[in-house]
Nanobody
Framework: QVQLVESGGGLVQAGGSLRLSCAAS????????MGWFRQAPGKEREFVAA????????YYADSVKGRLTISRDNAKNTVYLQMNSLKPEDTAVYYC?????????????????WGQGTQVTVSS
């Protein structure tokens, strides 16, 4: 069992930056590929970014490439999402997710554990 707790959300002006963190419980964090997803009001949850077990490989949705960066620190059991050049359309609840073993993926159903989410609001 893995518990995930997101933090770092908030209100920011367009063009600003935020860094989200997701802290994982347990001693097997490095055995999980990690992903970030988001859900905007009235929309379905969508993939944002993912990272492999060691952190050596990442994958992004086209809408966030070049602006958002996913990273992880296995010694701290934490995955991060650095968000730069934020746009109003980035407003959403952001969720981190853990996939036991295997490769990272953009498919929600492949992830085994989810956090409760953190709100990001970007004002214009």
């Amino acid at each position: 069992q893995v518990q995930l707790v997101e933090s770092g959300g908030g209100l920011v002006q367009a063009g600003g930056s935020l860094r989200l963190s997701c802290a994982a419980s347990g001693r097997t964090f490095s055995s999980y590929a990690m992903g970030w997803f988001r859900q905007a009001p009235g929309k379905e949850r969508e993939f944002v970014a993912a990272i492999n077990l060691s952190g050596s490989s990442t994958y992004y949705a086209d809408s966030v490439k070049g602006r958002l960066t996913i990273s992880r620190d296995n010694a701290k059991n934490t995955v991060y999402l650095q968000m730069n050049s934020l746009k109003p359309e980035d407003t959403a609840v952001y969720y981190c997710a853990a996939r036991r073993g295997g490769y990272y993926s953009s498919a929600e159903y492949l992830y085994d554990y989810w956090g409760q989410g953190t709100q990001v609001t970007v004002s214009s």
